[in-house]
């Protein structure tokens, strides 16, 4: 009867360990042997801490890098059908669909006669957004008051090789300029007079025939702008600038793989460390693995306290770790970009589930091969 | 003694010094293959960044002013100065030929297309394709497919020497002609190759080989403009400064650095009565972008030699701190702390260079394949970064186990050799 009664009891027990004694023995685990304990912890949080900065580097920095290659200026253009003008409200319903994701600036141009009779390029447009579309416009200086002109560079030398005021006449009507500044770009650019838009639909009456439009966003986004552009605009045609769209998927491609080749490298690196760290660290306690046994616990309450010992070592070391490599990515978005990556929450779970994984795995590794010694053997000390 | 020691230590502890050995060799390999990528990185983005096409132009330096709106071409064609078609190859001779990826002339002429009753007046382009040019003994092959890879025909491209031409996207829908129709340019019959799709003002012309263009122009030679695509280093201090005001040896190490300003000086150099001027468009981004690239792989690149470092610091201290009774027992026997860590540190020294000769090695192997399945291209290794990468294995082993060593030297051998670590 006693032994039934003590066998129950042996029975509850290892199926019903007492929970604050369990607790009891994972925090005493980690107080009594800190330097070991923060070890591991320290191989946890750095690993977790570089998978993070990796992580969240490789999700933003497609967008820091779609920023730059929007220094090359317009990847859409709106041009009126057949060669016409574009309907009045072309730009304000332009601007309503991009909102605010991007910058659109109309252009007019026209063939205009210098005094002695030669044909050049007038366009007229908004200066202050070509400045911003444009980048790589090298200008001596913009004009900023009604009758100042920019001069391309080839335009210059043959309108005004003094820097002299110039007439220019269109359709019996004559225009007086003041030449501003001059502009080279190395392109057809160079052989044009640019005039604020208000001067130039003062003197031609003629509206803007094109938009050129800068939107950042993946290729999706602005084919599905397209789209959306081609419907606001039945009488236009809206084409993306193949030149800029292609040499930029190229390129980011291109980055984005060595990008993840490097990400698969470095954290599997960071895992390996972890590994090492704590298969020793499980290794070195096999003494206590052995006492347990002889005091008769079972291989589950076991294996089950090593694994929430190293489940608990894993989250702790991945929020810690999240939270540094988190400051990492900023630091190196700062740095090379100018600004810093925003937090990624949604790698977090990633993270943790692969912290905890990690640890897990070597947790359990030591023990599948402890499992097979005779606890007296270690006790012995062999 | 020593030897004999370091030697038993790896033949007995086979499993601790593998485990070891591997951290170690895993770590090499990881951090000489992020170097060798982060040192090539900026060539392979240079080349990718070519997709953008030309980013010089050279023009008859005598030219009228373009008048072009929306890239078409409203010069009257008698207007203007022309280059010579037989200057071209020249190019070939300049100091910085082997970074000159490709050059395409081009001559807009304007045609009649069709019957007399609705000829149409459009614009037909001459062009190279990809024409075979010959420069003293060397042959080479250039053209728009090399500098306008953005450019995509439905059909075949035309050969160079034949009179076939490609129909822009827009004018083929107008005119209703596919590739392998027939059309009359100019009261000649000419097979359409192809349609030509670039998303710009090409998709409303013709374009043909340049002979044919220079035939209905009846100018032999003409070239009314080049584009040139070439691998530049970016813009510096230096390539600002105005070439005129430098002294001779400035402007030797100008000359000398494949700077877009100075091939644009030696591509007037090379074609008489030129003028080559960079498309700030794209000559000038390409250096922003590129830096870009540079600066996010170098920083990716010290977290990989980070990482690994850890990594070995980490197996080599678990290898030492699972040895404390061996250290407890040779310090009864008498020895030093001294010869304990001379010990330890040269089976550090060894572990570290076999690991290290293997992990450069593979570290190489994973490069290249890295080259191969993401650019196409070799990965170069410099095989100078061997003993640096050797050096460096070794003081990380050698940091990673001091403190463990430290540690286990320390210890009492009484408690040791008692097992009660």
Redesign the interface.
């Known amino acids: 009867m006693s032994s039934q009664r003590n066998s129950d009891l042996i029975n509850r027990r290892s199926a019903k360990p007492h929970t604050s004694m369990f607790l009891r023995m994972l925090t005493r685990a980690a107080v009594l042997r800190r330097g070991r304990a923060a070890s591991a912890l320290l191989a946890m949080v750095v690993a977790a801490a570089v998978a993070t900065a990796m992580l969240n580097l490789y999700v933003d920095v497609q967008a820091k890098l779609r920023k730059e290659f929007r220094n090359y200026g317009a990847n859409i253009v709106v041009v009126g059908k057949d060669g016409q003008a574009l309907p009045a409200d072309a730009l304000t319903k332009i601007e309503s669909e991009i909102a605010g994701r991007g910058l659109a600036v109309p252009f007019a141009y026209i063939v205009a006669r210098t005094s002695d009779g030669q044909s050049v390029v007038v366009a007229g447009t908004n200066l202050d957004q070509v400045r911003k579309l444009d980048s790589w416009w090298s200008v001596t200086a913009w004009p900023n008051t009604s009758q100042d002109a920019l001069l391309g560079t080839r335009a210059a030398a043959v309108v005004s090789p003094q820097g002299k005021p110039f007439d220019l006449s269109f359709q019996e009507r004559t225009i007086h300029l003041n030449p501003a500044g001059t502009l080279r770009t190395g392109a057809s650019e160079d052989s044009r007079i640019y005039l604020s838009l208000k001067d130039f639909e003062n003197w031609t009456g003629v509206q803007p025939s094109t938009i050129e439009i800068a939107s950042s966003g993946s290729t999706e986004e602005i084919n599905a702008l397209i789209q959306q552009l081609s419907q606001a605009l039945p009488g236009a045609d809206v084409r993306p600038i193949r030149q800029i769209m292609e040499g930029e998927a190229r390129v980011l491609g291109k980055t984005r793989a060595t990008q993840a080749a490097a990400a698969v490298l470095i954290i599997a690196t960071a895992a390996l460390c972890v590994l090492s760290t704590l298969i020793g660290w499980v290794f070195d306690r096999r003494r206590d693995f052995a006492i347990m046994k002889a005091l008769g616990a079972s291989e589950g309450l076991i294996s089950g306290f090593f694994a929430a010992e190293a489940a608990a070592l894993g989250a702790v070391g991945a929020l810690v770790g999240f939270g540094i490599g988190v400051a990492v990515a900023a630091w190196i978005g700062r740095v090379n970009f100018h600004a810093p990556v925003v937090p990624r929450f949604n790698v977090l779970p990633i993270v943790f589930v692969g912290s905890i994984a990690v640890a897990l795995i070597s947790a359990i590794l030591p023990i599948f091969l402890l499992r097979r010694v005779q606890p007296a053997m270690i006790l012995r000390g062999e | 003694m020593f030897g004999r020691l370091v030697y038993e230590s790896f033949r007995r502890q086979k499993r601790r010094k593998l485990?070891a050995g591997v951290?170690i060799t895993?770590?090499v390999g990881?951090a000489t293959?992020?170097i060798a990528?982060a040192t090539d990185?900026g060539d392979?983005?240079s080349r990718?960044?070519r997709?953008?096409?030309a980013n010089?132009?050279v023009t008859p330096q005598e030219?009228?002013?373009?008048?072009?709106?929306?890239?078409v071409d409203?010069?009257p064609p008698s207007d203007g100065a022309y280059l010579n078609e037989a200057d071209l190859p020249k190019i070939r001779g300049t100091f910085w030929h082997h970074n000159i990826v490709g050059f395409a002339p081009m001559l807009p002429v304007s045609v009649r297309v069709g019957d007399n009753a609705d000829a149409k007046s459009l614009t037909l382009l001459g062009t190279y394709f990809s024409k075979r040019l010959t420069f003293g003994k060397e042959d080479f092959v250039t053209g728009v497919r090399i500098t306008?890879?953005?450019w995509k025909v439905q059909g075949a491209w035309p050969d160079d020497n034949s009179s076939d031409v490609l129909l822009g996207e827009s004018l083929a829908e107008q005119l209703d002609r596919k590739a392998g129709d027939e059309i009359e340019i100019a009261g000649h019959t000419h097979r359409v190759a192809g349609v030509l799709?670039?998303?710009?003002a090409e998709d409303n012309q013709i374009v043909a080989p340049l002979a044919l263009a220079q035939q209905i122009l009846g100018k032999p030679g003409a070239v009314r403009r080049l584009y040139v695509s070439a691998l530049t280093k970016p813009e510096d201090a230096l390539s600002r400064r105005d070439p005129k005001s430098m002294n001779p040896e400035m402007f030797d190490r100008w000359y000398c650095s494949p700077y877009v300003a100075s091939i644009a000086y030696q591509l007037q150099e090379a074609i008489p009565h030129s003028h080559a001027?960079?498309?700030?468009?794209?000559?000038?981004?390409e250096g922003?972008?590129l830096s870009?690239?540079k600066?996010?792989?170098l920083?990716?690149?010290l977290?990989?030699l980070?990482?690994?470092a850890?990594?070995v610091s980490?197996?080599m201290?678990?290898?030492i701190?699972?040895r404390r009774?061996e250290v407890g027992l040779m310090k009864a026997l008498g020895a030093g702390n001294a010869s304990v860590a001379a010990l330890f540190f040269a089976e550090a020294l060894l572990l570290a260079l076999i690991g290290g000769v293997v992990g450069f090695a593979g570290g190489a192997l994973?490069a290249r394949q890295?080259g191969r399945?993401?650019?196409d291209s070799q990965i170069a290794i410099e095989p100078v970064l061997c003993p640096v990468i050797l050096a460096i294995a070794v003081i990380v082993t050698f940091a990673g186990s001091a403190m463990a060593i430290r540690r286990a030297v320390k210890f009492d051998p009484v408690y040791a050799l008692r097992?009660e670590?």
Not at chain 2, 63 to 71: A, E, M, P, R, S
Not at chain 2, 197 to 200: E, I
């Open positions: 485990l951290a895993l770590g990881v293959a992020m990528v990185i392979k983005i990718e960044l997709t953008y096409g010089l132009i030219d009228t002013l373009d008048v072009q709106i929306g890239g409203l010069k306008h890879p953005w799709s670039t998303g710009g001027e960079q498309i700030r468009q794209i000559a000038q981004n922003t972008v870009r690239i600066g996010l792989m920083l990716v690149t977290a990989a980070f990482a690994s850890l990594a980490a197996a201290a678990t290898a701190f699972e009774t994973l890295i399945s993401i650019f097992g670590a």
